[in-house]
């Protein structure tokens, strides 16, 4: 797995899946749809994005198409460095 | 009315378009008492279909439209609808989940997108065709179903609250006479129409001429889009739970618009956390702020104006106030007798805005009332409250195991059946904590069957595909025992311990 998707799923497992298995949370489980985030979590997912990544997502970007698996945030991720 | 990004609509062309919808209902036989479903996301379209309906002499039955399709065709058989008006898009799911429940109510049908309102073209093109008489609006009586309101049940399914005209029409005109609207309004549309915000939200500006600006599901939960578009629609009165004005002073970079059209505020569904209120008062001090308190069976039975501004240190949340001047209310004991001021009891309440009970489950509507000693029954909210020397009610907790979490009312109960359905769970305790951020966050305690290993993320998904998402638990554990009580029942007060 890339460095950035690491770092989005250590963030996402430590946030909001304490007591996960790591090795279940893959590239394509659903996040938005499997119920793991939902609008106060994608805001502070998006939060931590923006920090850690130096980049901006605007409020349309913060939904199921851009957001909805770690292979989907990676795209965005890499779209804006 | 506005819809935002997606047009708007005069109250002539409501009018007409509600008429035309009537003259199909009625077209097809329906008559007063029947219920008409509408599986819609909030917009013109399902504002048309309310009116349309309600002139046609039936109860509206509105479901979330992101919930799972298996629990609207639950809603929808077990108040026997006849028809449901629904966007395509849900339209086949819905279709089987019915057929699988045994029910066939007629389904209207209409597009996903384009051209708002597109039931328009639906009622036009049944018009053309069947060339459909004008017909008249019933005239309700004030006994008649206005509305049927589904919330969670503890048994696990969904229960409807019946609303009778009588409910409604009290509460509106209290509401008008406390926070006086007039034409020149523009009141905000936030909460979703299966909620019972909704009946002010839509219902007193149109009672008064005002407008209303409709707000989609997916702007109304993102602080950031939602805090341009009140200043840009210049809303005068802005009603929503607690939880996305407290995002809104959080996130919503308040201080970079202009809010100068804004005169109330109004707020309801949860306990707002000082913390977060007291934000937003400093951010926007001009409007007055209200938090009014009731749940579905009377829609709001208290409310209480928050003082400005807001002491620093206070922490305690503001009392729910006093009792609207439409109904009567009353603290009891545990067996139904009035409390002294002061002491802690049971808030129960009566008078027209209450309902008559449940849709088909008469044993829950026996214990959701209470006779006094001269036999008048008062509706029990299970909410445990004291009267404070001012007056005001102040909320306290509840007597049983509902919780309220983003506005929305949670029967810990319906998650735990929910959970019990899945093939590896052998036991299940699901708890509320208090969450500085979240208000509420849901945990639930889950015991395997036999060996079987459990994953936080397939009960996550499986609970989503089950439950709206507001109800799939927050935080798993899955200790190898949960703690039982002497009665070998679920022991709730050591599993808030572990």
């Excluded at chain 2, 009018?15 to 209902?25: M, V």
Aim: net charge negative; glycine share 8%; proline share 6%.
């Amino acid at each position: 797995m890339s460095d950035v998707k690491e770092q989005v799923k250590r963030f996402i497992l430590e946030e909001f899946l304490p007591g996960a298995e790591p090795e279940e949370l893959t590239e394509t489980t659903p996040l938005i749809a499997g119920g793991i985030l939902d609008s106060l979590a994608t805001m502070k997912l998006v939060t931590f994005i923006e920090t850690t990544f130096g980049i901006k997502i605007e409020a349309h970007e913060a939904d199921e198409d851009k957001l909805g698996t770690l292979r989907d945030i990676e795209r965005l991720i890499q779209s804006k460095r | 009315m506005i819809d935002p990004g997606h047009g708007e609509i005069s109250y002539a062309e409501l009018d007409r378009l509600s008429g035309l919808l009537r003259d199909y209902l009625h077209h097809t036989g329906v008559v007063a008492g029947d219920r008409i479903g509408f599986f819609l996301p909030k917009s013109i379209d399902s504002v048309v279909s309310i009116y349309g309906i309600l002139k046609a002499g039936a109860a509206y039955v509105p479901v979330d439209p992101g919930a799972p399709a298996a629990r609207n065709a639950f809603i929808f058989a077990n108040c026997g609808v006849r028809a449901v008006i629904v966007q395509q898009r849900f339209a086949e799911t819905l279709h089987a989940e019915l057929k699988e429940q045994g029910a066939a109510p007629e389904l209207i049908i209409v597009a996903d997108s384009g051209e708002a309102p597109a039931l328009r073209n639906v009622l036009e093109g049944l018009r053309t065709q069947m060339g459909l008489a004008v017909s008249a609006t019933h005239h309700s009586n004030p006994d008649d179903l206005a509305y049927i309101l589904y919330t969670s049940g503890s048994t696990g399914k969904p229960k409807g609250v019946m609303l009778t005209q009588r409910n409604a029409l009290s509460f509106l005109d209290w509401c008008s006479e406390t926070f006086q609207l007039t034409e020149q309004d523009r009141c905000s549309s936030h909460a979703p129409l299966h909620f019972d915000l909704s009946i002010l939200d839509i219902h007193l500006p149109i009672k008064h001429g005002a407008a209303v600006v409709l707000i989609d599901e997916k702007t109304g939960k993102d602080a950031a889009r939602l805090a341009p578009l009140i200043a840009g629609q210049r809303i005068t009165t802005w009603y929503s739970a607690p939880s996305i004005l407290a995002l809104l002073a959080q996130y919503g970079g308040l201080g970079q618009h202009d809010y100068s059209a804004l005169r109330q505020i109004l707020f309801a569904g949860e306990v707002f956390p000082v913390k977060h209120l007291r934000t937003l008062q400093q951010l926007l001090p001009r409007p007055r702020y209200y938090n009014l308190y009731g749940p579905t069976e009377t829609n709001v039975c208290t409310y209480h104006e928050i003082p400005k501004p807001i002491p620093e240190q206070r922490t305690q949340p503001y009392p729910i106030g006093r009792c609207c001047s439409h109904l009567e209310c009353r603290v009891v004991d545990e067996h139904g007798m009035p409390v002294a001021q002061g002491a802690e009891g049971e808030l129960v309440v009566r008078g027209p805005g209450v309902t008559q009970g449940y849709w088909s489950l008469p044993e829950q509507n026996a214990k959701a009332f209470l006779a006094d000693t001269q036999g008048d029954l008062w509706y029990r909210t299970g909410d445990l409250v004291i009267e404070d020397n001012d007056g005001n009610y102040v909320y306290l907790g509840r007597r049983d195991r509902m919780v309220k979490k983003r506005g929305y009312r949670i029967e810990l109960g319906e998650i735990e059946s929910c959970l019990y359905q899945h093939s590896d769970v052998e036991e299940v305790g699901v708890i509320a904590i208090p969450d500085e951020d979240y208000g509420v966050r849901i945990k639930a305690f889950v015991g395997a069957r036999g060996e079987k290993r459990l994953s936080v993320i397939a009960l996550k998904a499986f609970c989503a595909e089950r439950l709206p998402n507001y109800m799939v638990p927050d935080l798993f554990v899955f200790p190898p025992r949960l703690p039982r009580t002497s009665t070998d029942k679920i022991d709730y007060q050591a599993l808030k311990a572990l």
